[in-house]
């Protein structure tokens, strides 16, 4: 072989292993992070904490693929329902996700005598974009273009239906009755999403308030516009509505949890009895930046399981994120992509009584099952130990979550919490510390001082008395010192 041909075989060879070693070097789905947002955002790679079980595409020959769907709900007896809203269908699906039941259309609409909007009802759906199924089986859904919620038994008979309510506390609100996502709590009420709002129905179809509306921030502009403008033209002049709702749930604690468009109070909230978010209101997500773009987080869903853990799905990322019930950062997965684990444009997501995590791809038309690792798992059991205050075995969960990812935070505050909560202030500092987290330093330091401080009361209390003694000693003399002086000269 000639030196030129030996030459040019080495160019090639090299030039091929540089082009693997590129590829292989790209994360895929597993690319997990955790992030802190305090000083600029900093993140940490974390081992997988999901890996995908099933994938939901082809329904088979009789129904086909899925088109457009917008949400997911899971029972208590985890059989599964999806809003297949370009299809106009709901879909049912078995435990295993093989199909169960597919409803095209409703039967026995009730007569008109009962109500006459009963009158010309239509019997097949138009793009249904929210489900809710009680104990029964029965369903709640979300007929968004046809104006209507309705409430069905399992094999599509129509029990009953919800319109817009009349109420003179609506006028203030948009015409157009288009729910989207819905919810039914314990004693029955309806909650919906209409336009920016969340409001709740009675089982009469009675308007029953708007829940926890946001704040409207105050504008300068429109203080002046109302004091010097006519009622014509305050009446033509925009009104500034609160940061709309995108998604909700209703917990098995009562507690409703939403997502949000808030980007100065959080984009998450924890709302209770009275309409007051108990979440920690901060800035949550991260944003989505392309190379001309950059673009706040927007949250589709929420979900809950049941160690208390919140999911939160984000749409131009793709990330799914999970929070403790205290708002810290457990950990990141998902984002756009092809491949599995990953997303075109999430539109839902639900979590089952095993902490699996079922996503809705509105683009990919499909629906993903993930799994947790034994990573996960670890961390979602220590989470659930320490809310139920068992300390201790919480620690130990924690020491063993810091054996897999010694970079792991998270875990660093898990264990100071749990010093903390034992009494242990220099160790809970020390946790803190290596968990970079300054407000929990300074909180187990105060306690430590004051521990210092009772348990050397006498002391602290001679020391003081000493003090002032030798303080009004000194000051004694100085003052003969000063006499001395005056009378001398």
Request: hydrophobic share 40%.
């Amino acid at each position: 072989m000639s030196k030129k041909r030996l030459k040019f075989a080495k160019i090639t060879l090299f030039s091929i292993l540089s082009i693997v070693l590129i590829f292989t070097s790209i994360p895929v789905a597993n690319a997990d992070f955790i992030f802190k947002l305090e000083g600029g955002v900093r993140r940490a790679n974390i081992p997988q904490q999901y890996t995908v079980q099933n994938i939901v595409n082809d329904l088979g020959e009789e129904y086909g693929f899925m088109n457009l769907p917008e949400d997911i709900f899971i029972d208590k007896k985890g059989f599964i329902y999806i809003c297949d809203t370009g299809n106009n269908r709901i879909i049912v699906l078995n435990p295993d996700c093989t199909v169960k039941n597919v409803i095209t259309e409703i039967y026995d609409i009730p007569s008109e005598e009962v109500d006459p909007r009963y009158k010309d009802q239509p019997t097949t759906f138009n793009q249904p974009s929210g489900i809710y199924v009680d104990e029964y089986g029965d369903m709640f859904i979300a007929d968004t273009m046809n104006e209507r919620i309705l409430h069905i038994e399992p094999d599509g008979k129509c029990i009953e239906m919800f319109w817009d309510p009349e109420s003179q506390l609506l006028y203030s609100i948009v015409s157009e009755f288009k729910p989207t996502k819905l919810y039914v709590n314990n004693t029955g009420y309806i909650y919906l999403i209409k336009r920016h709002d969340l409001m709740s129905l009675d089982a009469d179809n009675e308007f029953r308030g708007l829940t926890a509306s946001g704040v409207v921030d105050f504008s300068i502009t429109q203080l002046f516009a109302r004091l010097f403008y006519t009622k014509t033209q305050r009446d033509k002049m925009f009104k500034p509505a609160p940061p709309a709702f995108t998604n909700f749930i209703i917990h098995d604690d009562g507690l409703i949890y939403a997502t949000t468009l808030d980007q100065k109070r959080g984009e998450i909230k924890r709302i209770n009895w009275v309409g007051e978010n108990t979440y920690p209101q901060k800035k949550y997500g991260l944003q989505a930046r392309t190379i001309d773009t950059i673009r706040d987080p927007y949250f589709v869903d929420v979900a809950v399981d049941q160690a208390g853990i919140i999911y939160a799905l984000e749409k131009y990322n793709g990330y799914i994120y999970r929070y403790d019930p205290e708002g810290n950062i457990l950990g990141v997965f998902g984002g756009i992509g092809d491949v599995k684990g990953r997303f075109k444009e999430p539109s839902s997501m639900a979590v089952d009584s095993y902490g699996n995590v079922y996503v809705l791809d509105k683009t990919a038309n499909n629906l993903q099952v993930l799994q947790p690792t034994g990573f996960t798992l670890k961390v979602t059991a220590a989470v659930e130990m320490y809310q139920q205050g068992l300390y201790e075995e919480s620690f130990d969960l924690w020491k063993e979550v810091l054996d897999v990812a010694g970079n792991y935070y998270v875990a660093h505050k898990g264990i100071a919490k749990a010093y903390y909560k034992k009494g242990l202030w220099i160790e809970a500092m020390d946790a803190y510390e290596k968990a970079g987290d300054a407000a929990g330093y300074s909180t187990a330091f105060n306690e430590y001082r004051h521990e210092i401080f009772r348990n050397n009361f006498v002391l602290v209390i001679l020391c003081g008395i000493a003090i002032i003694v030798v303080v009004v000693w000194i000051l004694s003399r100085l003052n003969w010192f000063s006499e001395d002086v005056v009378d001398y000269y």
